[in-house]
């Protein structure tokens, strides 16, 4: 059965940080690209960060450029997203996902949610003025 399960998220400070992982079972996940998405109450789901599968491409939305690192460990099937600056407008639900990776073909990585095949249950962030 494959799984993606997020961790790490909680209540910060404005200004804070936190950092969030999401571990891959059920199948090798190290030729997919992974990504991050968050969704506040009433809210769309918003892009925040993708990989490739060898970190050789990665792309962020821009509400969290600067502020946000994506990374991943293969090994561990792991993905990994760094949180600093963190500001009230942060406050969501944060998912990783998993989907296929075209950058080897020169594609760009995919930002928009239907692109990934793979999701978590996704786990709260919340940042406190």
């Known amino acids: 059965q494959v799984q993606l399960v997020e961790s790490g998220g909680g209540l910060v400070q404005t200004g804070g940080s936190l950092r969030l992982s999401c571990v891959a079972s059920g199948r090798t996940f190290s030729s997919l690209a992974r990504g991050w998405f968050r969704q506040a109450p009433g809210m769309e789901r918003e892009f925040v960060a993708a990989i490739s599968w060898n970190g050789g491409s990665i792309y962020y939305g821009e509400s969290v450029k600067g502020r946000f690192t994506i990374s991943r460990d293969n090994a561990k099937n792991t993905v990994y997203l760094q949180m600093n600056s963190l500001k009230a407008e942060d406050t969501a639900v944060y998912y990783c996902?998993?989907?296929?990776?075209?950058?080897?073909?020169?594609?760009?990585?995919?930002?928009?949610?239907?692109?990934?095949?793979?999701w978590g249950q996704g786990t709260q962030v919340t940042v406190s003025s």
């Open positions: 996902a998993a989907g296929n990776d075209y950058s080897d073909y020169g594609a760009p990585l995919r930002s928009a949610s239907n692109d990934y095949d793979y």
